[in-house]
């Protein structure tokens, strides 16, 4: 049985509390139980909520939709956690500027320093309910028949950012997976070459339980 919450259940109150947030490299596999989420729940045996949705973005506008999960700043609905695991960005950077004016719209998601822009503004947000966050990296093209191949420098950019904000945040943490894909190993990715397979979720989710287990050692 998943120890993964529905995203429509009540929000957990008592126990160990941990939520998970982002995109698609977070809701890949959620359907079949398992998503990075599901990995980490089995793994530390603690429940987690899940509010992560495929083809969620941190620009994301419409309201209603938005408001379903599509917009990753609105998928945090309140409660007291221990830990946020989250991601995103991805998705307003590859499909939000189309290879044109990325550079614009790195620096609305985060500034060179980590300081400013939507993402240090949602971390600022869950780190005043008192949670760990811990946002978590991107997978990386294994350099074969990826339509993401081209986002390479924007990906390393972005991680660098996201790097300095963990750093100069007390509560804050970063976990890149950059170095996890072996160049030509098709192996971590769906068919489509940009989601994570089955086995790309449990690495990920892995790397997640560890670093929260080197933090948090009652876990």
């Known amino acids: 049985m998943s120890c993964v919450a529905p995203a429509g259940s009540p929000e957990v109150t008592q126990g160990p509390r ?10 890949a596999h959620k359907v079949s139980g398992r998503a990075v989420s599901n990995y980490v729940a089995r793994s530390l045996n603690e429940p987690i ?10 620009s994301y506008a419409l309201p209603i939709t938005g408001a379903m999960g599509l917009n990753i ?24 500027c ?5 550079d614009n719209k790195m620096e609305k998601l985060i500034s060179d320093d980590g300081k400013v822009g939507k993402i240090p503004s949602l971390v600022s ?5 008192g949670a760990q966050v811990l946002w978590v990296g991107y997978l990386r093209s294994p350099g074969v028949g990826s339509p993401i191949e081209s ?17 100069s945040t007390y509560g804050v943490h970063f976990v890149s997976i950059a170095d996890l894909v072996p ?29 929260i287990r080197k933090v948090d050692p009652i876990r």
């Open 151 to 167: 986002c390479k420098d924007e990906g390393d950019e972005l991680e660098k950012r996201l790097s300095q904000m963990a750093k």
């Open 49 to 58: 909520q899940d509010h992560s949705m495929l083809g969620a973005s941190m």
């Open 183 to 211: 160049h030509g190993d098709r192996s971590f990715h769906g068919l489509d070459m940009i989601h994570p397979s089955l086995k790309g979720s449990a690495e990920i989710g892995k790397r997640v339980t560890n670093y």
């Open 125 to 129: 947000r869950l780190r005043g309910t």
């Open 18 to 27: 941990i939520l998970a947030m982002g995109d698609s490299m977070m809701a």
């Open 73 to 96: 700043a609105k998928q945090f609905r309140g409660g007291a956690w221990d830990w946020v695991v989250v991601n995103g960005g991805g998705n307003d950077l590859w499909l939000g």
């Open 98 to 102: 189309g290879c044109h004016g990325c």
